[in-house]
């Protein structure tokens, strides 16, 4: 089984950038869709990105679009999440998430979490 510990949360200016990286083990992420999804105080989980096995096919929520890029590195076992132009309302708590093979709507894996603050 694999297991997913998310870095790289932490305090960051309206307009700044962070990266997150989400780094597994247990098992290799070859053959894992990997996704990042966010909850902010009082919301529901939302989905931000998914990347394929080979980095191949990738899809954005509308609302990160053209500001976040999601990557992998499967020799690393590390999935990351770049963040640009943050804005308040990026604040939540940023979670990596996995499945096995196709992707059908639903992670099987989740991490932890890592909090991410954007101050105005």
């Known amino acids: 089984q694999v297991q997913l510990v998310e870095s790289g949360g932490g305090l960051v200016q309206a307009g700044g950038s962070l990266r997150l990286s989400c780094a597994a083990s247990?098992?290799?992420?070859?053959?894992?869709?990997m996704g990042w999804f966010r909850q902010a105080p009082g919301k529901e989980r939302e989905f931000l990105a998914r990347?394929?096995?080979?980095?191949?096919?990738?899809a954005y929520a509308d609302s990160v679009k053209g500001r976040f890029t999601i990557s992998r590195d499967n020799p690393k076992n590390t999935v990351y999440l770049q963040m640009n132009s943050l804005r308040p309302e990026d604040t939540a708590v940023y979670y990596c998430?996995?499945?096995?093979?196709?992707?059908?709507?639903?992670?099987?894996?989740w991490g932890k979490g890592t909090l991410v603050t954007v101050s105005s």
């Open positions: 998430a996995a499945v096995y093979g196709g992707y059908s709507g639903k992670m099987d894996i």
């Open positions: 247990g098992r290799t992420l070859s053959r894992y869709v």
């Open positions: 990347i394929g096995w080979s980095s191949d096919s990738t």
